[in-house]
């Protein structure tokens, strides 16, 4: 990320400005001839709620915010209101912005920053100059506001820094990040910011016997690996570590199970979304220090089909010992993440969080609106998930795990089976691995949201880094509220 983001203490005459305004306050004028400042006023009278006076070597923006609503959806508002800005900025071919709120409001203007920044974000390394989009990226955005610290704004770069990178993994076909360049990439940002991190590779893998991880990769070309990733600062606030689980999946055929062409397998580079996310999440705790222990730990692999793909009909050993008749190829997630599940054990963690694109169903039951949670965790920390999903509209659904669910995956001849039949198959996937935890734990099916076909606000097309934002906004709460 290229951008840089300061704090300021006056607008100039040079730079672009965005005025941002409560609803029903009056605004600032004195950026404003006469005959602008009537123009904008009567756009406002009509209802607009975004004015854009063009003063030639500048642009001014008025935004206007509706604080009577909800804090979540006015804060959404003043995201979008960012992106728009954005937008009409690099059209423009200008660089640079300064922004302040009329109330000096910090936290939405924060967030109207977020929108700036995530919707300026481009994947265009694989673009000869001539093929990439004619628009300015920005690069310098001033914000003018007194009661916003130094320190605000840091964390504020950290973690739109780690949201670019998780974009970029998303974004990076398997052709150039297979499992081995995915742990070094993840290895790698652990060490700008003080993550130990370990990376086992495929004998070590089997000397921990995780027949999940191994099965899935038997399809492949490329060794697995298994990442963990720890900061444990000097006084953590937990005496158990929490731990984030992250489905690490380069890309997925189906194997065997093979998933047909068009559209549902040309965007599953994305299947190690999970990965890339809790990579982002613990490296964004490290770089702003915060006082939690968290573990990351990451199985991956690419799942294909080959003559020596684990076959439907197979039975998989994971590490626990649990025989699993595995009948879908296709269902590959749960597999290695039943191994991740079983190795968290040996932390006695205080919660475990697992995140990944698990089922096409929980995309078609809510769509790129919100992500599927379920889980046994105690109703206080679901609350504060959701809390935290709706402080930064990346909102959770939950779906119930009734033992109900629990008799579509019995199987004939194994412990378990791995696919459950046609009905429920978000919640199937959840019961699944649930049969490998025996701790408090939250299972994230972000299938529907980690990629976006299309721009999506200051949510770009391909790689959204959904569920970073929750996840490091919850971490930042559980601190504040020791
Ligand atoms: N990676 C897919 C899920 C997915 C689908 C992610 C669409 C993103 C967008 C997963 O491995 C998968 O194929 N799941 C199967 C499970 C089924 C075989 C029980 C599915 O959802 O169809
Ligand atoms: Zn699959
Ligand atoms: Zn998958």
């Not at 109330?103 to 265009?124: C, H, K, P, Q």
């Not at 965007?267 to 979304?273: E, I, L, N, Q, T």
């Amino acid at each position: 990320m290229d951008i840089r983001i300061y704090k300021t203490n006056k607008p100039d005459l040079k730079a672009s400005i965005a005025i941002i305004v409560t609803k029903g306050s009056k605004f600032e004028a004195s950026f404003l001839s006469d005959k602008e400042y009537n123009f904008v006023k009567q756009s406002l009278e009509k209802g607009e709620t975004q004015v854009l006076i063009n003063q030639y070597t500048r642009l001014v923006f008025v935004i206007i915010i509706d604080t009577k609503k909800q804090s979540g959806d006015y804060l959404e508002d003043s995201r979008k209101a960012g992106n728009s800005v954005q937008s009409v900025l690099s059209e423009h071919k200008l660089e640079t912005i300064k922004a302040f709120h009329s109330e000096n409001n910090a936290d939405i203007l924060m967030a109207f920053t977020e929108g700036l920044v995530l919707g300026s974000y481009r994947f265009n390394k694989y673009q000869k100059k001539s093929n990439k989009d004619k628009t300015v990226p920005l690069k310098e955005v001033g914000l003018i506001c007194q009661p916003l610290s130094k320190e605000k704004i840091n964390s504020a770069i950290n973690i739109f820094k780690a949201i670019y990178k998780v974009r970029d993994l998303v974004n990076e076909p398997v052709s150039h990040l297979n499992a081995v360049q995915l742990s070094s990439e993840l290895e790698q940002m652990g060490q700008e910011v003080g993550v130990d991190v370990e990376i086992f590779n495929k004998s070590k893998i089997e000397s921990l016997k995780m027949g999940g991880l191994l099965a899935v990769n038997k399809g492949s070309v490329d060794p697995p690996t298994f990442t963990v990733m720890e900061w444990k600062p000097v006084k953590p606030i937990n005496k158990k570590p929490y731990i984030l689980v992250g489905k690490g999946i380069v890309y997925d055929t189906g194997g065997l199970s093979l998933k047909p062409t068009s559209d549902s397998m040309d965007y599953m580079k994305s299947d190690m979304s999970g990965a890339a996310i809790i990579g982002g999440v613990i490296c964004t705790i490290a770089a702003n220090k915060l006082p939690v222990h968290v573990i990351a730990l990451i199985p991956a692999t690419d799942n294909r089909p080959s003559g020596n793909a684990y076959a439907p009909g197979d039975i998989v050993t994971i590490m626990d010992g649990t025989n699993v008749e595995m009948l879908n190829s296709d269902a590959e997630g749960r597999m290695v993440l039943a191994d991740a599940l079983v190795y968290a054990k040996k932390y006695k963690p205080e919660l475990v969080i697992d995140v990944a694109t698990l089922t096409g169903s929980a995309s078609m039951a809510i769509g790129p609106y919100a992500l599927v949670a379920m889980g046994t965790a105690s109703v206080e920390i679901k609350n504060k998930l959701i809390k935290s999903g709706e402080n930064v509209y990346e909102r959770i659904v939950e779906f119930p795990l009734w033992e109900d669910y629990a008799e579509l995956l019995k199987s004939d001849i194994a412990d378990i089976k791995n696919v459950g039949g046609k009905e429920a198959g978000a919640i199937v996937g959840g019961k699944f691995l649930e049969y490998f935890t025996s701790y408090p734990w939250v299972h994230f099916d972000i299938a529907g949201v980690a990629f976006s076909k299309k721009n999506d606000n200051y949510r770009k097309k391909g790689g959204t880094g959904f569920g970073m934002r929750l996840l490091y906004d919850f971490f930042c709460n559980l601190c504040s509220d020791q």
